[in-house]
């Protein structure tokens, strides 16, 4: 079935490194993919979102990449700080599904001091 | 605006009983999804209502599990007859327009089942 594909499932990098995080997706007709962030017991929130007509996006330190031949899309934090130690999962409206946001599995990330 | 808001935080149930998960979505959001998150998971899609209509519950088992949103009042999520298995965070997130026009989600802040 439709599905999307996250990795690496942890990441741990020092504090003032780049992280990325990388997700697959099945369905070709696919147009709108964000990226959560969820800290522990809380709530996913949403950090950034690309839409299929373009290639690139940036806000401050984070940027996503999207790379619709390939069907992937990646998600790049710069000057990691020890706050953006989360778990991000990224997502991608799968139209094939029925128009509903399907989730990758997540990346815990931690920055290290 | 009040965010989405999910009570309660915290539900403690016994095998056998009845759950009941509520959920308001922002002012002005007429679409509400679910979705269960298993410990070190992701967040599985359940259902999608608008007001008074069951949009897509593709992701919902077929029993036990039910799902409402009525005209005036929250969306309910209710789980019958639980089982140790149904015990997840279960988030609510809304919407102001269908998912084809690519509308944000904003997530509440889940409610925490526990069965004993």
């Known amino acids: 079935g439709e599905n999307v594909e996250q990795h690496p499932s942890t990441l741990s990098v020092q504090e003032g490194d780049s992280a990325v995080i990388k997700c697959t997706y099945s369905?070709?007709?696919?147009?709108?993919f964000p990226w959560y962030k969820q800290e522990l017991g809380k709530r996913p929130q949403l950090i950034i979102d690309?839409?299929?007509?373009?290639g690139e996006k940036k806000d401050q330190r984070i940027a996503v990449t999207l790379n619709k031949t390939a069907k992937h899309f990646s998600l790049h934090i710069t000057e990691t700080q020890p706050e953006d130690s989360a778990v991000y999962f990224c997502?991608?409206?799968?139209?094939?599904?029925?128009?509903?946001?399907?989730f990758g599995t997540g990346t815990q990330l931690k920055v290290e001091l | 605006n009040a965010g989405v808001m999910q009570n309660p935080r915290h539900l403690v149930r016994r095998r056998g009983q009845e759950a009941r998960l509520r959920c308001s979505p922002m002012?002005?959001?007429?679409?509400v999804y679910w979705y269960r998150q298993l410990p070190e998971e992701g967040l599985k899609f359940m259902v999608y209502?608008?007001?008074?209509?069951?949009?897509?519950e593709s992701g919902m088992p077929k029993e036990r599990f039910s799902a409402e949103f009525p005209k005036e009042g929250p969306s309910i999520l209710r789980i019958q007859q639980v089982v140790r298995g149904d015990s997840a965070a279960y988030f609510c997130?809304?919407?102001?327009?269908?998912?084809?026009?690519?509308?944000?989600?904003?997530f509440g802040s889940g409610t925490q089942l526990s069965v004993l």
């Open positions: 997502a991608a409206l799968l139209t094939g599904g029925g128009n509903k946001l399907t």
């Open positions: 002012k002005g959001h007429s679409h």
């Open positions: 209502l608008q007001k008074e209509n069951i949009i897509d």
């Open positions: 997130a809304s919407s102001p327009r269908p998912p084809s026009l690519n509308e944000k989600l904003f």
């Open positions: 369905d070709s007709a696919s147009n709108y």
């Open positions: 690309i839409r299929s007509n373009v």
